[in-house]
């Protein structure tokens, strides 16, 4: 089961708008406060990214930033578009929800071996085949960020933060019956 | 992995080979509108509880089943489907099955080894002929049919051996004629009312 401490939480919020490049704070307004230095990306384990309907910006990313993330277990990906697909996912990951997801195939060779959810409603593809499922090759990497936020709005972050401790509370039950195996 | 789920994938015309995934408890592709083709692997899948395909306009056939965990089967809304999939062997843990919407003429005999089925509700399209055979499996309590064509009256029909625990049968739109009336009548001591 993942359990994500109040600090995780700062953590995995604010690499999320690092790795965006800040647009998920004008996307949700959510304006966050970390009051800490950032450790690294290897204490993210849940990324969820829920964008408005109405929202047709672009995220324009690498595609590799997931790769430095080795303990990221869960990845949620609602309404948003984003210039290509990931061309990485950590082998750590268990959930992988992404909806239309941005690529037309699926990542097959990428693909985590102890993914257990795979959701990747509203996507592309074209065809379906998990030929390289069990290959991945996970280079991993640590990197360390630092940087400073300000409180600028703590009500939309307290919203925020009872949202993602609800949606943890609702995952973990699912989370709990996981193993490894594929 | 436990869970796949391509929903809604507009332009999905293909689900290859996944018995890479033998641990597949959940597998939903509803309302992929291009889909044509599916693997024969989706059906051995030994620990698959849900499967569902509703809405996959374009589809016309679906590989055999043997998944003996299956739960779940959902096939309504595939508009283009014009047979129900082989059951091979003994699948006990389907106890409903909804057929609304589809292209489906024919119930094969294999439909018999769904052995606990209890509620069987079918919307057909004028075209499905009802097979005697399903008045004889033995978990069935519950049957909806509408628009849908009952059993040719025979000799063998009548001689039949109702064996089905059914307590409500509803026959809407199903050509019941005065001829088959009397079978179904014997048939159905245990039955609840049949409207016409």
Redesign the interface.
Do not use: G, R, W
């Given at each position: 089961m993942v359990y994500l401490s109040s600090f995780h939480l700062h953590s995995a919020l604010f690499l999320t708008m690092f790795i965006f490049n800040l647009q998920f704070i004008t996307y949700t307004h959510v304006l966050i406060c970390v009051s800490f230095r950032f450790k690294g990306s290897t204490e993210i384990e849940i990324i969820y990214l829920e964008f408005p309907l109405c929202e047709e910006k672009v995220v324009d990313w690498k595609g590799d930033e997931l790769k430095k993330m080795q303990n990221l277990k869960t990845l949620i990906v609602k309404n948003g578009s984003f210039s290509k697909g990931p061309i990485h996912l950590p082998n750590s990951i268990r959930v992988l929800e992404w909806h239309k997801y941005p690529s037309?195939f699926v990542p097959s060779d990428i693909f985590p071996k102890k993914?257990?959810?795979?959701?990747?409603?509203?996507?592309?593809?074209?065809?379906?085949?998990?030929r390289g499922?069990?290959k991945v090759s996970v280079n991993l990497m640590i990197s360390f960020l630092s940087s400073y936020l300000i409180i600028i709005n703590s009500f939309s972050f307290a919203l925020y933060f009872a949202e993602v401790c609800e949606y943890e509370r609702v995952k973990s039950r699912q989370m709990s019956i996981?193993n490894t195996?594929? | 992995m436990r869970e796949l789920n391509l929903d809604k994938c507009q332009y999905l015309t293909r689900i290859h080979d996944i018995s890479n995934l033998p641990n597949l408890e959940i597998f939903s592709f509803k309302n992929c509108k291009n889909l044509i083709e599916i693997h024969k692997s989706v059906g051995f899948l030994k620990k698959l509880e849900i499967l569902n395909a509703e809405g996959c306009s374009k589809l016309m056939s679906f590989p055999p089943l043997k998944s003996i965990s299956l739960q779940e089967l959902r096939l309504s809304y595939c508009e283009s489907l014009k047979t129900f999939p082989e059951i091979l062997g003994e699948m006990k843990n389907i106890t409903r099955i909804r057929l609304f919407d589809t292209s489906i003429e024919k119930l094969s005999v294999s439909f018999q080894n769904l052995t606990g089925l209890l509620n069987l509700i079918i919307i057909g399209n004028g075209m499905l002929r009802l097979p005697s055979s399903i008045f004889r499996m033995p978990a069935l309590s519950k049957i909806n049919f509408e628009d849908c064509l009952l059993p040719k009256k025979n000799d063998k029909l009548s001689s039949m051996v109702f064996t089905s625990r059914a307590v409500d049968i509803e026959l809407i739109k199903c050509n019941l004629s005065d001829e088959f009336l009397p079978i179904l009548v014997m048939w159905s001591a245990n039955f609840r009312p049949i409207r016409k």
């Open positions: 037309p993914l257990s959810i795979c959701k990747l409603q509203q996507s592309d593809f074209t065809s379906f085949e998990l499922a069990m996981f195996d594929t | -």
